[in-house]
């Protein structure tokens, strides 16, 4: 069992940048790939990024490729997603997801998730 919980979200202006983080519970943090999604009013959940219990294989969705970096401490149990050149589309709450490694399925698809924090609000102003 693992529980999520999401930091560092708030209000920037376009251009600007945040640190998401999200820290996680149980004893076998290094065992799971942990994503991020995000999610806009009338919206479907989108992929934003995910990594692998390594760290050594990143995954990003188109829209934020180059803006955005993630990033894990197995040590501390967090998994951080820095956005940077931030824009108003953008603007989403944004979840941190995790799953067993020895799972199957795309890293892209929430489905592929098995838990989930609570969500924390990114709005970016124009």
């Known amino acids: 069992q693992v529980q999520l919980v999401e930091s560092g979200g708030g209000l920037v202006q376009a251009g600007g940048s945040l640190r998401l983080s999200c820290a996680a519970s149980?004893?076998?943090?290094?065992?799971?790939?942990m994503g991020w999604f995000r999610q806009a009013p009338g919206k479907e959940r989108e992929f934003v990024a995910a990594?692998?219990?390594?760290?050594?294989?990143?995954y990003f969705g188109d829209s934020v490729k180059g803006r955005f970096t993630i990033s894990r401490d197995n040590a501390k149990k967090t998994v951080y997603l820095q956005m940077n050149s931030l824009k108003p589309e953008d603007t989403a709450v944004y979840y941190c997801?995790?799953?067993?490694?020895?799972?199957?399925?795309?890293?892209?698809?929430?489905?592929?998730?098995?838990?989930w924090g609570q969500g924390t609000q990114v709005t970016v102003s124009s």
């Open positions: 997801a995790a799953r067993s490694r020895d799972s199957s399925g795309s890293y892209y698809s929430p489905r592929n998730y098995d838990y």
């Open positions: 149980g004893r076998t943090f290094s065992n799971y790939v």
């Open positions: 990594i692998t219990w390594s760290s050594y294989n990143p």
